[in-house]
């Protein structure tokens, strides 16, 4: 009786140990910094030393208060090797003052107006047959779909970026880090 209460106890120790590990609301570690999910998406961007580029971009575009505001936001945030994969001279034109309309559209492009973590997207996404429409703030159609198992956002031009870090919880909403950078149609 004393081993069957023992195992029984074990047991459902070891199955809640499982699923707080499973769903823990820790966040994950971005560009080697914690991501504090009561902070905003501005707050915790700052600190990812992978998203240095897009955190001088948002300034550049006069985009800070805005997505530090309530929100609620989903960011698909593109790192340094994202940008830096651009045409060269790219970054350093669109970060120039009277290239600013065409930097924001672009980082605009990136943000949806609602908290969406991947389980919500990957649903909405078989539900409308393997292609989801993600309408941006900045007036881009992106198409989300699931290729050999990674959620994959393309853009107006028919790119393709990967959400390589999902699920950035943030008091405004969601950041999904991506490996390549959102451009619209010309």
Do not use: W
Not at 44 to 60: P, R
Not at 111 to 132: K, N, P, R
């Amino acid at each position: 009786m004393k081993r069957t209460i023992f195992a029984a106890a074990t047991a459902a120790l070891l199955a809640t140990t499982a699923y707080a590990d499973n769903h823990s609301m820790k966040n994950p570690m971005v560009g080697g910094a914690e991501m504090f999910p009561e902070k905003n998406i501005v707050e915790n961007a700052v600190n990812s030393a992978d998203h240095t580029t897009l955190v001088a971009a948002v300034q550049a575009a006069g985009l800070v208060d805005v997505l530090a505001g309530e929100g609620p936001f989903t960011v698909f945030a593109p790192t340094n090797d994202a940008f830096a994969a651009l045409p060269e001279g790219t970054v350093e034109t669109l970060l120039k003052p009277e290239n600013k309309d065409q930097l924001t559209k672009i980082l605009t492009c990136h943000v949806v107006a609602a908290d969406v973590m991947s389980e919500a997207l990957v649903g909405m996404i078989e539900e409308d047959g393997g292609v989801h429409d993600v309408p941006t703030v900045g007036g881009c159609t992106l198409k989300a779909m699931v290729k050999d198992g990674m959620v994959m956002i393309e853009d107006e031009q028919g790119n393709a970026a990967m959400v390589t870090i999902a699920d950035v919880d943030q008091s405004n909403g969601v950041i999904h880090v991506i490996d390549k950078v959102l451009l619209p149609a010309m």
